[in-house]
């Protein structure tokens, strides 16, 4: 079992496997405390939203309104960041001298740290995992005693249930079948942004729209989703793998199809 640090930007990185052993403890004694929640940028995952939204009590449209912001990215899918404070430090809004307010339900960014993940297309296909430690060079919890294995650092900040939450989205995002497209559809835009951050109008889109008319939903399924906001956000992303990925993650029911065929005139 090997110790890692932190290595300059000058020297080669290092990569973290499982086993492998980093040091580093973070508490209110040291100096740097809160420092590294202040001046980033934190990319928000669906089930980061999700998480904190709860954990403030407010709906998914109310938080992204209040502690978001989004934008278009490459692939022409909306992606979204917490709004840092108009401050000078461009603080997090959840961070004060004692910490964080919602640590329970922090983002999977700030749960992860100080480690990366280093990802490659040979990596994502055999579902390996490595890691690398963060290059912050005021961070004196890079020079404390503690020391953790890469697994056992992951299972300490509960990384397990957001790696699990994250294989959806990824399997979307990733897709081969968006791979060197850029959607520009306003349309599509929207509806990748309701069903992958802004869960509660998904659920009023769901169960106040014609949704449940077009599609062959079972009754466990709809209960399901009218009560467990995880499997709502399953269910929103077996809807955008329909729309997006043309795969039949969901069916239209046959009366639809149809009807749908009659009006263009197919049959």
């Keep these: 079992m090997e110790i890692k640090t932190g290595k300059s930007k000058s020297q080669a990185l290092t990569v973290l496997r499982a086993k492998d052993s ?11 405390f809160t420092r590294c929640c202040r001046g980033i940028t934190i990319f928000l995952t669906p089930y980061d939203i999700l998480r904190m939204k709860n954990a403030l009590g407010i709906t998914s449209t109310s ?14 899918l909306p992606v979204v960041f917490l ?23 922090r983002p999977w960014s700030c749960r992860i740290y100080p480690l990366q993940p280093e990802s490659t297309k040979i990596t994502e296909k055999t579902d390996r995992e490595y890691y690398s430690i963060m290059d912050i060079p005021f ?27 994250e294989i959806f989205f990824k399997k979307i995002m990733m897709s081969p079948h968006l791979s060197g497209k850029k959607i520009t559809n306003k ?8 069903a992958c951050y802004d869960l509660d109008r998904f659920r009023r889109f769901v169960f106040e729209s014609k ?42 029911k046959p009366g639809v199809m149809k009807r749908q065929k009659q009006e263009l005139g197919i049959e």
């Design 139 to 165: 961070c004196l919890g890079l020079a404390e005693n503690k020391t953790s294995t890469v697994a056992d650092w992951k299972e300490s900040q509960g990384i397990a249930i957001y790696r699990e939450m």
């Design 63 to 76: 938080f992204l309104k209040e502690y978001t912001v989004s934008f278009i990215g490459d692939s022409g």
């Design 187 to 194: 349309k599509i835009q929207d509806m990748f942004y309701m």
């Design 211 to 252: 949704f449940l008319k077009l599609f062959e939903v079972n009754l466990k399924t709809t209960e399901k989703i009218k009560c467990d906001e995880v499997e709502l956000y399953k269910f929103a992303m077996r809807w955008l793998e329909y729309g997006l990925l043309g795969q039949h993650e969901l069916k239209v």
């Design 83 to 105: 709004k840092m404070g108009d401050d000078a430090d461009e603080s997090c809004p959840f961070v004060t001298s004692q910490g964080c307010t919602i640590y329970p339900h």
């Design 22 to 32: 980093f040091r580093f403890a973070c508490h209110s004694g040291l100096a740097c």
